[in-house]
Structure formats: C-alpha cells, structure tokens
C-alpha cells in the first residue's frame, strides 16, 4: 500500500466559500453579509438550532475580531478614535441662536437639578458612557438595557458589552426583533449560561434592551463598521515581524573571513622538535586556538575601527604569489527592505481603515512617511473632530434624550462633550483653546 504524502500546510485556508482560517495565527477573516450574519435569510423561526442569530460563521466573530486587532498595534488606534470621542469628558449646557449664530452656555454641575445629578451618581454615567463609546467605536453599535417603573419612568440603565449580546431571529411578521440574548459563553452557551431579555420600545412602558445603532444599507442583525476591512491587511502585517524575529533567532552574523594558510602552522610546528605526530598537533591546535582569540580582539569593538592589517606573501619560482594571510570583509545582507516597505504598505492601509491619517495616529513608517508637521497635526486633528465625530457622538449620546423625555427631566438641559480644538501659537499660546468654556468655538455635542 502506498504511503500517503501529508497535505502541505497553508497560510489561508478556505473554510467556506469567502470564509478564510489562517493556520499561522488562527485569525478567521469575513467579509460578506452571509459570512457576518449566516442566519439572515431565515425567514421563519424554528428554522435555526438556536433562538438567536449568530453572529459570524461560528457565532463568535466579535470575540475574534478582538483578538485579531488586539494583537496588533492598530488597536491603539481604537483607543485613539475613543479618546477623542470622549474628549475632555461631558458637560451640561443650553443654547440659543442670535441670528444664524448658535451659543452654547455651559451649565455648571452645581446647578443641574438634584434628581438628574442624582440618577448620575446611582448609575455611575460617567464610566457607563466610556463603556458605550468603546463598543461604538467596535462594533458601531451598543445595547443599553432601560428599566422602567410602573410609570415608565427610567429607574436605572445598564450597559451590556455588544460583543455579549446576541440577537433573536427577526419575528417574520413584524420584521422586529423581539428579544435579545444576553451571555459571557458565546459561541455555545449551555441553556443556564444565558439570559434572555426583550427588546425595549420606545412607546411602551416595559423594560428591555435597545441596540443603538444607525440604519444599515446591508447588514440586518449585526453592524460591521467599514474599518473592519483592515483584517486581512493585519495577516500581512503580522507576518513582518514574525519574520524579522526568525531572522534574527536563526541568522549567522560573521563580520569577517579570516583566511590563514595551512602551511603556516605546520612550518611553525615543524617535526624536529616533537617525539610523536600527536604531541605536534596538540601543540598546533592550543596555538591554533590562542591565534584565533588574539585575531577576534584585535577585529573587534569600537577602539579598533579602520585598523590596518599587514601580511607577508612568498613567491613561487615562476613569480607565482603563493597563498598568504587574508582578511576578507562579509556584506551581512540582511533582505528586509522589501518586506519594511510591505509592513509600510499594510500600516497605511490599516490606519486609512481606521478613518486617520498617519500623523493623527502617531505613526511613523519605514519610508519616512507619517510624521507630518505640526500644521499638519492641527488641521488633521482639528478636522477630525469637527467633522467624524458628529454621528458618533450624536449615537452615543442617544440615550440620555431617552431618559430625558422618559423623565420629563428639562428640555432646555442638554448633554455634550467637551472638545480642544488646536490653534497656531499666534491665536493662543497654550496652542489650544477651550470650546464651551473660556472661548466657545463649536457646540459641544
């Protein structure tokens, strides 16, 4: 019986159609809508082994996706992009319009009513809203759990992680989604190991859970944000160090060839004086070793740069040089070039996929690119933040115009964030200045 040859490994191998498992890294690369959400043609309940929609292939593409990201150092540029949403924290503020001028009056936390300043303390907002900005900038969306008194009041709110929530299959004659799913053992939770809670309506006086995000063109359960396309950017930029640490692990780096005839040992250690064959190459292998140490220290350091090193060489009966001492420089040719300029390639895509450009990101790359000047910085900065954090923050700030209305709390009393906005040193010599505050700019939120 023949013996069969073992399958050569992959780098990528395709699982499912489109659906690509990296044998190196175990990262799971998705791209399509099936991919993201296989459950999203199912029309009917009951058609699934699960209640609940999954989410990826093997229902745990969020989990992932952090994973995959994390081990990268793009993932700074999501704490980047949550920084900067956040800002210098929230603030209180009205506003008025005086002809096509919008002002923002900041409210100081000691005159904001009681029960608002209250219902902070109790829920911890602060720290909650950090929670909802960081599942934002994931996922583009987070769930709040609302729960109401018998008035429909807003008693508490609670922030569950996106990547711990799972959506039910849509209910095929309304087209909503009833309840959600709520458990830290995904992909496969065992029936005890899951919560099951039901959607939150905004003109209903039940408790239950909102998933806050925007309207999406594709995707019916499950958000997936534009930047996620950087993953299979992330497989080739991982390779580059993995390879730069092989060759360094497993390179031999010899500076110099050192070439010394044999001659010269055995004309040094003639026979004459040695009883025994034995006794004469002890004798050439203790000098043989002690010249090599003395050749090492007179080549090497910083002291015994651009020495210079004499030989004498013999010529036969014909004019012929004979071999003689030789000191040979080696060209160490280490080939990363090629693969600095690929992991330049992947950053620009990676951090283009993240929606900056490389001086906002803080990143330099192999060719020089990215540092930018610090115009450069302000204007990027400053259009970032004037410009891609409008949508989100309108998104993550959502939930406080719930609890607002709900709680019939002052329509007057908004909830913002407060910016910097970079100036040249001519108009502010700190090189900022305080929007809502000092020298309003822009309205907060």
């Avoid at 009393?413 to 822009?442: C, M, W």
Wanted: net charge neutral; aromatic share 12%; proline share 7%.
């Amino acid at each position: 019986m023949a013996e069969t040859k073992p399958k050569a490994k992959k780098d990528l191998v395709e699982v499912e159609h489109g659906i690509y498992i990296s044998e190196n890294t175990g990262g799971v690369y998705e791209t399509t809508k099936q991919q993201i959400e296989p459950d999203a043609q199912t029309q009917q309940r009951g058609m699934s082994s699960t209640p609940w929609s999954r989410w990826g292939h093997d229902n745990n593409y969020p989990q992932r996706f952090i994973d995959t990201v994390s081990s990268d150092p793009s993932a700074s540029l999501v704490a980047r992009r949550a920084a900067m949403h956040y800002g210098k924290g929230m603030m209180f503020y009205e506003k008025k319009v005086e002809g096509s001028k919008e002002i923002i009056i900041p409210v100081p936390d000691e005159k904001v009513p009681s029960e608002i300043s209250d219902f902070f303390f109790e829920n911890d907002i602060p720290n909650l809203q950090v929670g909802i900005i960081l599942d934002y900038e994931w996922f583009e969306c987070f769930p709040i759990n609302y729960i109401l008194n018998p008035f429909g009041k807003v008693l508490d709110v609670d922030h569950n992680r996106m990547k711990d929530i799972r959506c039910e299959h849509r209910n095929p004659k309304t087209g909503n989604i009833d309840n959600y799913y709520l458990s830290g053992h995904w992909p496969a939770p065992k029936k005890d190991y899951y919560t099951t809670l039901p959607a939150f309506d905004r003109k209903k006086n039940q408790s239950g859970i909102y998933l806050h995000k925007y309207p999406s063109v594709d995707k019916d359960y499950y958000l997936q944000p534009a930047w996620h396309g950087i993953t299979q950017w992330l497989y080739i930029a991982k390779k580059i160090p993995r390879w730069i640490l092989a060759n360094i692990d497993n390179s031999i780096n010899l500076k110099y060839h050192v070439k010394i005839p044999l001659d010269y040992f055995l004309k040094r250690f003639p026979e004459g004086p040695y009883d025994t064959d034995a006794l004469r190459q002890e004798a050439i292998q203790k000098y043989e070793s002690e010249l090599y140490k003395k050749i090492d220290s007179y080549l090497a350091g910083e002291k015994n740069v651009h020495k210079a090193f004499y030989s004498k060489v013999a010529v036969d009966g014909n004019g012929n040089v004979l071999p003689g001492w030789e000191i040979i420089p080696l060209d160490n040719k280490i080939q990363d070039e090629a693969w600095l300029r690929a992991y330049g390639t992947a950053a620009m895509a990676i951090i283009s996929g993240n929606g900056m450009n490389p001086s906002l990101g803080g990143t330099i790359l192999p060719n020089g690119l990215g540092s930018g000047s610090g115009s450069d910085l302000r204007e990027q900065f400053n259009m970032y933040m004037q410009v891609m954090t409008t949508m989100p923050r309108q998104k993550t700030l959502e939930p406080w115009e719930f609890i607002k209305r709900r709680n019939n709390w002052p329509k007057e009393l908004h909830l913002g964030y407060r910016d910097v906005i970079l100036q040249t040193v001519d108009r502010a010599k700190g090189g900022f200045e305080k929007p809502n505050e000092e020298a309003p700019t822009s309205e907060a939120a």
